[in-house]
């Protein structure tokens, strides 16, 4: 899905600041800002999306448009500001039901809603888009933990027989299937611990 981005709209929201001392501090916190797009939108969807800043923090001798990680950046060097450069943009879109427009302004979002284009508020496509990415970079709380310790060779036997159950009776042949592990479900020396306690 094409994505447009106001460029200093989705800064502002954010609160993301640049480090270091090299260029002015809205280069480093635009710098930023594209860094965390890049780590932050699918691979895929970076191809489709553009970036639109205002010339005027744009660096000296910087070319209009740059690539970054995939992404298109403008600089609106040939507008009055960003918003005209994104009402351009919406206008000329060839299939703008299908363009999402990322900015507060409502100027920029009439112009979406004027090409029946999806207009969304900065701080909440920046939520979302920070949520999607804790949730990929965060494994699943109730995935089983890797167990400490080796397994005693009855539990071996045990497990083993129950691979070869479930697996059609393929390892069947090196370890013979006991005749009661249904009437306890539990592996050898489960629970012992316990018992050793009351003693």
């Not at 920046?126 to 890797?146: F, G, M, N, T, V």
Request: negative net charge; glycine residues 6%.
């Amino acid at each position: 899905m094409p994505l447009l981005i106001d460029g200093y709209n989705l800064l502002h929201v954010t609160g993301i600041v640049g480090r270091g001392k090299d260029h002015t501090a809205l280069h480093r916190s635009r710098e930023a800002l594209l860094a965390f797009l890049a780590a932050s939108i699918e691979p895929a969807e970076r191809g489709h999306t553009t970036i639109v800043f205002d010339a005027a923090g744009a660096p000296p001798g910087l070319p209009r448009t740059i690539d970054h990680a995939g992404m298109t950046v403008h600089f609106a060097r040939d507008f009055a500001d960003a918003d005209a450069m994104l009402e351009a943009l919406i206008a000329a879109h060839a299939t703008p039901r299908t363009l999402v427009v990322v900015s507060s302004d409502h100027r920029v979002q009439r112009a979406a809603k004027r090409r029946r284009a999806h207009a969304v508020d900065s701080d909440r496509w920046y939520a979302e888009l920070s949520a999607a990415r804790h949730r990929r970079e965060s494994p699943p709380a109730d995935l089983p933990q890797k167990p400490f310790g080796e397994l005693t060779p009855d539990e071996v036997a045990y497990w083993t027989r129950q691979f070869a159950a479930h697996s059609g009776g393929a390892a069947q042949s090196q370890q013979p299937a006991a005749t009661n592990d249904f009437a306890n479900p539990f592996p050898p020396g489960y629970g012992e611990d316990l018992l050793d306690e009351k003693e």
